[in-house]
């Protein structure tokens, strides 16, 4: 079966600094994968290679058997089917929900107007803001703006979804409105790769967790091996931070 993602021997520098420094791992159709680590790991680093808003200074990435580090590689085909989520949400301010879920669907999918607001809604409604339609993004909460950013993404009929902290800009109350949706998505079978913070979130719906540190990923498994029994004294250390910011 193809890889719904495989990255082999992954290396990025930044003028000298090393950041990503062999990195290996695959995910399979349908797989939800959470990547966990402190600050500075690399973890955005890793996920913005995977859709080559970086490019890799050595190694390989496949995303569905093609590989985007092939020099002769059509990266905007590929990226096409690859949708992704920010922290910041990204919406473009001079344009209302509804419309930020259209405009790449005419630019890039070339559908029509009437089509693409059809979708546009459809998806909307599925995360649950199709009743601000008409809302410009500084009208409405972080958690509705990032699934507004959700939609769009969705509309663009993606085979995977990459999420860099989707929920970390937000106040913690609008926390679990996105992680709902993003819940419902790994339910209906979206291969998803999600950087997070939220082990409860990575403990209930990753089929597998990725533990970086220094660039290297230095285990991974299910939830309950990496969270719930790390054999790294780093993963344990960094656990006991995020779980016990306090103590
Ligand atoms: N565009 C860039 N130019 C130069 N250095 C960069 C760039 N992007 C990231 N870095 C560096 O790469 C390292 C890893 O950054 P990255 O953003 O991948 O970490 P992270 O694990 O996502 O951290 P955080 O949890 O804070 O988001 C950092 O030292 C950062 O300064
Ligand atoms: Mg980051």
Do not use: W
Not at 8 to 29: A, M, Y
Not at 99 to 111: A, G, H
């Amino acid at each position: 079966m193809t890889h719904a993602v495989e990255v082999r021997d992954l290396h990025k520098s930044f003028g000298d600094n090393h950041v990503l420094k062999g990195i290996d791992f695959t995910i399979e159709p349908g797989q939800v994968v959470c990547v966990i680590g402190p600050s500075g790991s690399g973890k955005s680093t890793l996920l913005r290679c995977v859709n080559m808003l970086e490019t890799p200074t050595r190694g390989k990435v496949f995303v569905a058997g093609t590989e985007l580090t092939h020099p002769d590689a059509d990266i905007d085909r590929i990226r096409r089917h690859v949708g992704m989520v920010f922290q910041q949400f990204n919406l473009f301010p001079h344009l209302t929900a509804l419309q930020n879920v259209m405009i790449s669907q005419q630019r890039v999918l070339k559908r029509s107007k009437k089509e693409a607001e059809i979708i546009a809604r459809e998806n909307l409604d599925k995360v649950g803001v199709g009743a601000k339609c008409p809302a410009y993004p500084s009208e409405l909460s972080g958690g509705q703006q990032q699934r507004v950013a959700i939609a769009r993404a969705l509309a663009m009929n993606p085979d995977l979804m990459l999420f860099d902290e989707p929920t970390s800009a937000l106040d913690p109350e609008l926390v679990g409105d996105v992680l709902t949706v993003m819940r419902k998505l790994a339910e209906e079978g979206m291969t998803m790769m999600v950087v997070t913070h939220e082990m409860g979130f990575a403990r209930e719906v990753a089929d597998r967790v990725v533990f970086m540190d220094g660039g290297v990923i230095v285990e991974e498994g299910t939830p309950s091996q990496v969270i719930g029994a790390p054999q790294h004294e780093r993963t344990r250390t960094f656990l006991k931070r995020v779980l016990h910011p306090e103590g």
